[in-house]
């Protein structure tokens, strides 16, 4: 991860015993309170400079709780380095693969704001946390004070030696960081360290896992690993890279979906390959499901399909149809209620016969603007007391409007 001269601006008053005291001292964040914080700061003597970085960092607490849970009350943080960070209980996913490999001392290189590291040490691992950006750094080294056995490192992670180490877990940095914000990098190569980087620790024998993007293409996967997309409530938050000891026998692809009620996982053994996923094209009817985007990313929709006993609409397309309900893990059910051919004008009409005042629309396989139609559709209506949702796509060469009702 890379910091600017700003985040250094709003780091560096904290790591005095002053700041520290002073951050600590506060109440939870407020919006609404803020000004009036500042004020009271300011009259009580600290400088402009000190009540910045403390409400800086107060408000990047409180929005690191979604993360951290109660860890981000006594943590430090940068603005790039929090959007990065592994959610911690994610990073207690990464840190049992090293413990329940045995591996003891491991290095975690490119270690941002120390995420991974601190749930490495929680499960007793001697861990060396390695940051080139020198700021970044002494963060990581304010949240893994608690830790006695973690160490952090300012260094380049591709100049670090590994003679000692029996694993390794890299975060490579995916963002270009500059004075007006953050830029996504999509190309592997150009990360920091490179994904070439990677594979040359695992082609040394070490046991080495990589948190990516989740959007990383399946012929940019290396050969020899496994790879696991992780969702939490929805969203896919990564795709982890495990290799050699690391990597579970006989998986290559895998899905894990998480949610309060608990987690779940799908995998195969093979590569992916979109134009050959043996399962069935049919029509929308029965019900139709969205997969979770784990299950997607992973390329393992044909295999939802398969479960449930369905088909595809379209063989490029993730929505599946089947002819029962079947409760699953890995998407998300509605009942099949029409299917209208994509037609604004006639769709603007359903809507006010319909008396619908709140409409729903969901889209994959087209390029129309859900917010944009919406707002078309409903114009007009009369805002009706009813609800409906849409789903748009293709089948074939055929745009559908299909009414469906979500499942509970």
């Given at each position: 991860?890379?910091?600017?001269?700003?985040?250094?601006?709003?780091?560096a008053?904290?790591?005095?015993?002053?700041?520290w005291?002073?951050?600590?001292?506060l109440?939870?964040?407020?919006?609404?309170?803020?000004?009036?914080?500042?004020?009271?700061?300011?009259?009580?003597?600290?400088s402009?400079?000190?009540?910045s970085?403390?409400?800086?960092?107060?408000?990047?607490?409180?929005k690191?709780?979604?993360?951290?849970?109660?860890?981000?009350?006594?943590?430090?943080?940068?603005h790039?380095?929090l959007?990065?960070?592994?959610?911690?209980?994610?990073?207690?996913?990464?840190?049992?693969?090293?413990a329940?490999?045995?591996?003891?001392?491991?290095?975690?290189?490119?270690?941002?704001?120390?995420?991974?590291?601190m749930a490495l040490?929680?499960?007793?691992?001697?861990?060396?946390?390695?940051?080139?950006?020198?700021?970044?750094?002494?963060?990581?080294?304010?949240?893994?004070m608690?830790?006695?056995?973690?160490?952090?490192?300012?260094?380049?992670?591709?100049?670090?030696?590994?003679?000692?180490?029996?694993?390794?877990?890299?975060?490579?940095?995916?963002?270009?960081?500059?004075s007006?914000?953050?830029?996504?990098?999509?190309?592997?190569?150009?990360?920091?360290?490179?994904?070439?980087?990677?594979?040359?620790?695992?082609?040394?024998?070490l046991?080495?896992?990589?948190?990516?993007?989740?959007?990383?293409?399946?012929?940019s996967?290396?050969?020899?690993?496994?790879?696991?997309?992780i969702?939490?409530h929805?969203?896919?938050?990564?795709?982890?890279?495990?290799f050699?000891?690391?990597?579970?026998?006989?998986?290559?692809?895998?899905?894990?979906?998480?949610r309060?009620?608990?987690?779940?996982?799908?995998?195969?053994?093979?590569?992916?390959?979109?134009?050959?996923q043996?399962?069935?094209?049919g029509?929308?009817?029965?019900?139709?499901?969205?997969?979770?985007?784990?299950?997607?990313?992973?390329?393992?929709?044909?295999?939802?399909?398969?479960?449930?006993?369905?088909?595809?609409?379209?063989?490029?397309?993730?929505?599946?149809?089947?002819?029962?309900?079947?409760?699953?893990?890995?998407?998300?059910?509605?009942?099949?209620?029409?299917?209208?051919?994509?037609?604004?004008?006639?769709?603007?009409?359903?809507?006010k016969?319909?008396?619908?005042?709140?409409?729903?629309?969901?889209?994959?396989?087209?390029?129309?603007?859900p917010?944009?139609?919406?707002?078309?559709?409903?114009?007009?209506?009369?805002?009706?007391?009813?609800?409906?949702?849409?789903?748009?796509?293709?089948?074939?060469?055929?745009?559908?409007a299909?009414?469906?009702?979500?499942?509970?």
């Amino acid at each position: 991860m890379t910091g600017t001269a700003a985040e250094y601006e709003h780091i560096a008053p904290l790591l005095t015993s002053e700041g520290w005291e002073l951050l600590n001292s506060l109440g939870p964040y407020s919006d609404g309170d803020s000004l009036k914080t500042n004020l009271e700061l300011r009259k009580a003597g600290h400088s402009a400079e000190l009540v910045s970085a403390v409400l800086t960092q107060s408000r990047l607490r409180a929005k690191a709780a979604a993360k951290f849970g109660p860890f981000a009350e006594r943590m430090l943080f940068t603005h790039a380095g929090l959007e990065q960070a592994t959610r911690l209980n994610i990073a207690a996913l990464h840190a049992q693969r090293f413990a329940a490999a045995g591996l003891e001392r491991v290095a975690d290189l490119g270690c941002g704001i120390g995420a991974d590291a601190m749930a490495l040490a929680t499960l007793d691992r001697k861990v060396t946390a390695v940051e080139q950006d020198e700021t970044t750094a002494a963060v990581a080294t304010i949240n893994l004070m608690p830790w006695p056995e973690a160490t952090v490192v300012n260094a380049d992670a591709t100049e670090v030696d590994l003679a000692d180490v029996d694993g390794v877990w890299l975060d490579p940095a995916r963002r270009t960081t500059t004075s007006s914000g953050t830029t996504r990098i999509f190309d592997p190569e150009a990360f920091s360290p490179p994904l070439s980087f990677v594979e040359s620790l695992a082609d040394r024998g070490l046991p080495v896992g990589v948190k990516m993007g989740p959007g990383i293409p399946h012929e940019s996967l290396p050969e020899n690993c496994e790879a696991q997309w992780i969702s939490v409530h929805g969203e896919v938050t990564e795709a982890a890279l495990w290799f050699n000891e690391l990597a579970r026998p006989g998986i290559r692809r895998a899905a894990l979906v998480i949610r309060d009620g608990g987690s779940a996982e799908l995998t195969s053994g093979i590569d992916y390959d979109r134009n050959h996923q043996d399962v069935e094209l049919g029509p929308a009817e029965g019900y139709l499901y969205e997969p979770d985007g784990a299950v997607i990313r992973a390329g393992l929709v044909a295999d939802v399909a398969r479960q449930l006993g369905g088909h595809l609409l379209d063989p490029h397309i993730a929505y599946i149809c089947a002819p029962d309900l079947t409760a699953t893990p890995f998407a998300r059910a509605y009942k099949v209620l029409q299917v209208r051919p994509f037609n604004v004008k006639k769709l603007k009409a359903w809507v006010k016969a319909s008396r619908i005042g709140v409409l729903e629309i969901k889209k994959r396989g087209t390029a129309v603007a859900p917010d944009e139609l919406r707002k078309t559709l409903l114009t007009g209506s009369g805002k009706g007391p009813n609800k409906a949702t849409l789903v748009l796509t293709r089948i074939g060469e055929d745009r559908v409007a299909i009414v469906v009702e979500p499942v509970p």
